[in-house]
Each structure stands twice: as structure tokens, then as C-alpha cells.
């Protein structure tokens, strides 16, 4: 197949191209021009989506997979200029266009954010406004947007929370990095919570087979296939890492009051007992049992836990990160500060 990628510089667009090379696929990139540098026999194209896509022009792709489409005008301006050059559109999208997460096992059909062109343009015309403040309506809208302009030729994947090297987020690097290095890890909430996530390997490769089929549909993409709980998960990294850390958990209104941030300060914590914000009415239950019974079907599939975090563990100790370089986790005084505080109730 002779394929496009939008992106593939970065985590899931590297690692697809990857995969997609190891497969004999032709594989053309368009991006602003940083590239892997290890990867050969790809053709590029630098060009910009907020403006200059002369390079897709004239052009004809059997697939494409657009890995960095976030900003609903971009995603309006490039599915325009490929529609009648592709037969195949593949659009990342997240599981973050759902309204919200009240639900347990929430599936594709759950109602997703609403929004308008107009609205998603007068949010987005300042390149310094804080756009992420609407991801999940982006996302939603840019579904909308693909599936209009290319009808029946669109597959929209709604990620979960991706793993693997290169993991620009820090989320799941930062367990991994603070279980290696061992003693007290305030750990969040109830051991037994669920938790959820997707390595970019399994992710690519059923891409990869949906693509050369030329499916289309909406799916819900994150795992496993079976419920894992966050001491499982936390287990596996001590495993991995050879690590003698002591996980010391703290209830979810301990780090409440003390005002812990979900998700940025703990990653894969979402209060299961308490509403996210103030002005949410319910908790949000179901953030990490998102229904992938259609994905699975397709034929996706997982490999072991430890493989991902293994990997992980290997690439992040190369790093060699200073504490303010963390994108996420909690910084060492205040977690020796709340330890101290728990050792005393």
C-alpha cells in the first residue's frame, strides 16, 4: 500500500512507520520537518496543516493515517484536499471526546462532546490560547469534520492512554522511573481501581491491519483485554525494575484535601469517589473501563505487560531527566511531605 502518514515523528506516528516499512509498505511523511533520523526509505514532505499543504497536492495515497489532527480548521482544510485522493482515512482520535466518564464500560455509542466549526475556530484563532482546555471537543468535532468530507472511507480510533518509548507524556514513565527508585511510593486511591492504557506496538499493528482492508467506523482502542488494577500494574513495574519499593496508599480524599491533581500529579488516578471538578454532580466511575469489545472482535490484540514496561524501563533510563524536566508526576518534597503526613494519622 502506499500510505501517508500525518505526523510520524513522534511515539505512535514513529512507531507506525516502523511497522509499516517492516511490512514493505511505501510510506510517505508530512510533517513541519523533524524527522527520526533512523528511519530510512520513507519519502518526506515538509509542509504545515495551519496553512501550507502544497506538497499533498496532485498526489494520491491508498491510505492515510493522521496522527496529529487536533485542530478541527486543519483536519477541515487537509480531509478537503485528500478526498478525492485517498481511498482510506485513519484518524487518531481519544477516548477523551466522551462527554464524561460517569458510565462503566462505556462503549462507542455514548454521547460525545458538541460542537460547532464557528465555535472550535473563534477558540483556536489565537495560537496562544489554551486550546487543550478543549481537547475533547476538538477530537469529537474533528470525527464529524473527516466522516463528512470522506464518508464511509473513515476509521476513527479513540485512544486510550498510550505507552511505550518516546512517551512524551511522562505518565507511565513516571511510576516506572519513582518504583525504580525504590523506598515509600505514595500511590493513589484503591489498590484494586482498574486502570487502563495501550502499548503504540499492539495500537500500530492492528492499524496497520484495519488500514490494508480498507475499514472504516468508529472504535474505542486501550487494554487490556482483562481488568488490571493499579497494584497489579504497579507489581509488574516493582518486577521489572528489580525494585524494593514500599507502595503506601493514600485514600482519595486524603490527596483531595491536600490538593493532589488527578492524572497530571498521579497519573492513571481519576477519583472514583469524588467529582473531578466542583462542578461536576457524579464521579467519573467509568475513566478506565472503556468498552473495547468491538476493537478486540477486530482483531486486536495484546501483548504481556512486562514486554511494554520492560521497554519503557530500558528507553527512560537513558534519559536522565532532571525533576523539574518531569511533564508529570509528583515532584520528591511533596511527596516525602504527604508520606509524613499519612505515618502520623
Known sequence: MKILVLGGSRFLGKRFVEEALTKNHEVTIFNRGIQNP???????????????????????????????????????????????????????????????????????NYPVFEMTLDEANELSKDVNAPVYENYGHFKALCERIAEKNLPGRVLNVRAGQLIGPNDYTDRIPYWIHRIAKGGQVLVPGNPNRRVQFIDNKDL???????????????????????????????DICIKVTGS?????????????????????????????????????????????????????????????????????????????????????????DKEKELLAKLARK
Open 38 to 108: 533512523k528511519i530510512k526509505d520513507v519519502e518526506i514532505i515538509t509542509g504545515n496543516r495551519f496553512g501550507n499543504l502544497k506538497g499533498l497536492q496532485n498526489r494520491y495515497w491508498d491510505a492515510v493515517l493522521d496522527t496529529s489532527g487536533f485542530i478541527p480548521y486543519t483536519v477541515q482544510n487537509t480531509t478537503t484536499l485528500l478526498k478525492d485522493r485517498v481511498k482510506q482515512y485513519t484518524f487518531i482520535s481519544s477516548i477523551s471526546v466522551y462527554k464524561d466518564w460517569i458510565q462503566e464500560n462505556l462503549d462507542e
Open 204 to 234: 500500530t499493528k492492528w492499524l496497520l491491519t484495519l488500514m490494508c482492508s480498507y475499514s472504516e467506523g468508529t472504535y474505542n482502542a486501550t487494554g487490556p483485554n482483562y481488568p488490571l488494577t493499579m497494584k497489579e500494574f504497579l
Open 244 to 332: 524494593d519499593a514500599q507502595l503506601v496508599w493514600a485514600d482519595e480524599g486524603f490527596l483531595l484535601e491536600h490538593k493532589v491533581a488527578p492524572w497530571t500529579e498521579m497519573p492513571l488516578w481519576v477519583p472514583e469517589d469524588f467529582p473531578l471538578a466542583t462542578e461536576l454532580e457524579q464521579p467519573w466511575k467509568g475513566a478506565f473501563s472503556i468498552n473495547i469489545e468491538k476493537a478486540v472482535k477486530s482483531g486486536l490484540t495484546f501483548r504481556p505487560i512486562e514486554e511494554s514496561i520492560s521497554e519503557i524501563y530500558v528507553w527512560e533510563k537513558q534519559r536522565n531527566l532532571s525533576e523539574e524536566d518531569w511533564l508529570s508526576g509528583m515532584r520528591e
